[in-house]
């Protein structure tokens, strides 16, 4: 089956400042990479996803990128604020027209930024 | 608040006892899941139900026992449960579809964080 990695496992920054977290996968037949980010206290909530017939998506500060060749991706957070403290999981899965989909997901990363 | 439900939110039990999580969906969904959250490591999918039939069954053992009565509910019944079923037990809802899509995007309640002694 699918095996996600993900780095780091956790990641302080200033305020103002970027963060990026990255995910590897095995399964060259991956075509969908959804972004968590999970508060304390709350389920996972869906902040990004890409599919692989575009090598990057953007929305507002949050932006990720997809290499298809070297089977990676990566969550891009820009001007960093307080409130964007979490963890964040990256997924992957296969689009199959027969089956539904099932979701790998990374170890996650503990964002902490600081004021 | 993503329109998933769950209760309750914390649950203690013992070993021996029989105890049931609810999850409820508000949003038409028709594909429910049992998702296990456990300390460094990733989220397990447990169980998958599209259309109130069950569809994937991770591996789960037999202590754990899930029921979709309809596609608004789901139920995790756990009998005689071992420490180390201590976690936080997450649903989801997606779309879900009569053939099968492939992956559409999945929302997540809040949890019930369970310990068992």
């Known amino acids: 089956g699918e095996n996600v990695e993900q780095h780091p496992s956790t990641l302080s920054v200033q305020e103002g400042d970027s963060a990026v977290i990255k995910c590897t996968y095995s399964?060259?037949?991956?075509?969908?990479f959804p972004w968590y980010k999970q508060e304390l206290g709350k389920g996972p909530q869906l902040i990004i996803d890409?599919?692989?017939?575009?090598g990057e998506k953007k929305d507002q500060r949050i932006a990720v990128t997809l290499n298809k060749t070297a089977k990676h991706f990566s969550l891009h957070i820009t001007e960093t604020q307080p409130e964007d403290s979490a963890v964040y999981f990256c997924?992957?899965?296969?689009?199959?027209?027969?089956?539904?989909?099932?979701?790998?997901f990374g170890r996650g990363t503990q964002l902490t930024v600081w004021p | 608040e993503t329109g998933v439900t769950q209760t309750p939110r914390h649950l203690v039990m013992g070993m021996t006892n029989k105890k049931s999580l609810k999850c409820e969906q508000h949003?038409?969904?028709?594909?429910m899941y049992w998702y296990k959250q456990s300390a460094k490591k990733p989220l397990e999918l447990m169980f998958v139900?599209?259309?109130?039939?069950?569809?994937e069954n991770n591996s789960v053992p037999s202590r754990f026992s899930p029921e979709c009565p309809n596609s608004s509910h789901l139920f995790l019944h756990l009998h005689t449960l071992q420490p180390e079923d201590s976690a936080l037990y997450l649903c989801?809802?997606?779309?879900?579809?009569?053939?099968?899509?492939?992956?559409?995007?999945?929302?997540f309640g809040p949890g019930t964080r369970l310990t068992v002694l």
């Open positions: 949003l038409g969904h028709n594909a």
């Open positions: 139900y599209n259309f109130k039939e069950q569809t």
């Open positions: 399964d060259s037949a991956s075509n969908y």
């Open positions: 890409i599919r692989s017939n575009v």
């Open positions: 989801a809802s997606s779309q879900g579809a009569v053939r099968g899509l492939g992956t559409d995007t999945q929302y």
């Open positions: 997924a992957a899965s296969i689009e199959k027209g027969s089956t539904l989909g099932r979701l790998y």
